[in-house]
Nanobody, 123 residues
Framework: VQLQASGGGSVQAGASLRLSCART????????MAWFRQLPGKEREWVAA???????YYTDSVKGRFIISRDDAKNTMYLQMNSLKPEDTAVYYC??????????????????WGQGTQVTVSS
């Protein structure tokens, strides 16, 4: 499984960005998908998960601002990030795991990772 993340950039506080995560060479329909973010020297932080199309979960700090979604027909997951804040600055990673019972918030549950895309929000 290869995941390709894209869409990061440098924006000012209050702006929006949309991240994409595409699987190349296969389907995501049998995978649970999530976004994580990480600052240098810090642990990878769970942001949001979409284990299937009608189930979405968010960490408290992004609720009401970020929207996670997936399009299984396009084998792509998205993260619409609105009202961005400087504290959202990080490298964002997409991740996937086979359907199962492992916790969706734990990075150790995921076995497939994208390469990361930088998001920088200035005040």
């Amino acid at each position: 499984v290869q995941l390709q993340a894209s869409g990061g950039g440098s924006v000012q506080a209050g702006a929006s960005l949309r991240l994409s995560c595409a699987r190349t060479g296969g389907t995501i329909s049998n995978l649970e998908m999530a976004w994580f973010r990480q600052l240098p020297g810090k642990e990878r932080e769970w942001v949001a998960a979409v284990p299937w199309s009608d189930a979405t979960y968010y960490t408290d700090s992004v609720k009401g601002r970020f929207i996670i979604s997936r399009d299984d027909a396009k084998n792509t997951m998205y993260l619409q990030m609105n009202s961005l804040k400087p504290e959202d600055t990080a490298v964002y990673y997409c991740a996937a795991k086979p359907r199962g019972t492992t916790p969706i918030r734990q990075p150790t549950s995921y076995i497939y990772w994208g390469q990361g895309t930088q998001v920088t929000v200035s005040s």
